[in-house]
């Protein structure tokens, strides 16, 4: 079983030299420590940043440089600054490779539920539905299931949905999972997770095609 770190450094694997990424709360926001060294890849934060770095070590803190969800950052050389209109210009005019997000609960089709949970106070939608319905590469960093041991991989998600039809692929805990003719297709599975553990934490349907690999990293 991955942890959060594991999660990020997996997804890491997808950032492919000459990217623009935007990174979600949460997660995604990890993914910034792991991209490999000898790809040139451009993080976008939707508060206004194009080249924001990894997380910064203890008492390096700039408190003026932080990202969507508020934690401090780094900004690589070049880095620009700007309002949040550029920044949702950017988004919603496709100029984003990668979007990778958290997730409440995916879909086997490709719904994603990422904002609220009725009853529970929420600050407000933010830049997630312009993400999702903008973005043709969309990642979801999650756990499997929730912390009752429910599956968040659902045949239909039962929260209020952020988009639909939108996510390609979901790196859980557990798995590696692609949306595949409307249903969860699994790649691979983390290191000493079985095959019956992933499709029993698993509601929709998911797809098994022969040998299912380990992940490597």
Same mark, same amino acid.
């Given at each position: 079983?991955?942890?959060?770190?594991?999660?990020?450094?997996?997804?890491?694997?997808?950032?492919?030299?000459?990217?623009?990424?935007?990174?979600?709360?949460?997660?995604?926001?990890?993914?910034?420590? @792991?991209?490999?060294?000898?790809?040139?890849?451009?993080?976008?934060?939707?508060?206004?940043?194009?080249?924001?770095?990894?997380?910064?070590?203890?008492?390096?803190?700039?408190?003026?440089?932080?990202?969507?969800?508020?934690?401090?950052?780094?900004?690589?050389?070049?880095?620009? @600054?700007?309002?949040?209109?550029?920044?949702?210009?950017?988004?919603?005019?496709?100029?984003?490779?990668?979007?990778?997000?958290?997730?409440?609960?995916?879909?086997?089709?490709?719904?994603?539920?990422?904002?609220?949970?009725?009853?529970?106070?929420?600050?407000?939608?933010?830049?997630?539905?312009?993400?999702?319905?903008?973005?043709?590469?969309?990642?979801?960093?999650?756990?499997?299931?929730?912390?009752?041991?429910?599956?968040?991989?659902?045949?239909?998600?039962?929260?209020?949905?952020?988009?639909?039809?939108?996510?390609?692929?979901?790196?859980?805990?557990?798995?590696?999972?692609?949306?595949?003719?409307?249903? @969860?297709?699994?790649?691979?599975?983390?290191?000493?997770?079985?095959?019956?553990?992933?499709?029993?934490?698993?509601?929709?349907?998911?797809?098994?095609?022969?040998?299912?690999?380990?992940?490597?990293?």
């Amino acid at each position: 079983m991955l942890s959060k770190e594991q999660i990020a450094q997996r997804i890491a694997k997808e950032v492919k030299d000459g990217y623009y990424v935007n990174l979600g709360i949460g997660i995604p926001t990890l993914v910034a420590n @792991f991209v490999r060294d000898d790809i040139e890849v451009e993080f976008q934060s939707e508060n206004g940043i194009l080249g924001m770095g990894p997380f910064p070590f203890d008492g390096e803190e700039d408190a003026d440089l932080i990202n969507a969800g508020k934690q401090t950052i780094t900004a690589m050389k070049g880095a620009s @600054f700007f309002d949040s209109a550029t920044s949702f210009s950017m988004i919603r005019g496709q100029h984003v490779d990668l979007t990778i997000l958290g997730a409440m609960e995916v879909a086997q089709n490709g719904d994603i539920a990422n904002w609220k949970i009725p009853g529970k106070m929420v600050k407000g939608m933010g830049g997630a539905m312009d993400l999702v319905a903008s973005a043709e590469n969309i990642i979801v960093a999650m756990m499997h299931t929730n912390r009752a041991g429910e599956s968040k991989m659902l045949k239909q998600c039962s929260l209020p949905l952020t988009g639909v039809n939108c996510v390609k692929k979901v790196v859980t805990n557990l798995a590696v999972l692609e949306i595949e003719n409307g249903k @969860f297709k699994l790649l691979e599975r983390a290191p000493g997770v079985t095959v019956e553990e992933i499709n029993a934490a698993t509601e929709g349907d998911l797809i098994i095609d022969g040998d299912i690999p380990e992940m490597t990293f």
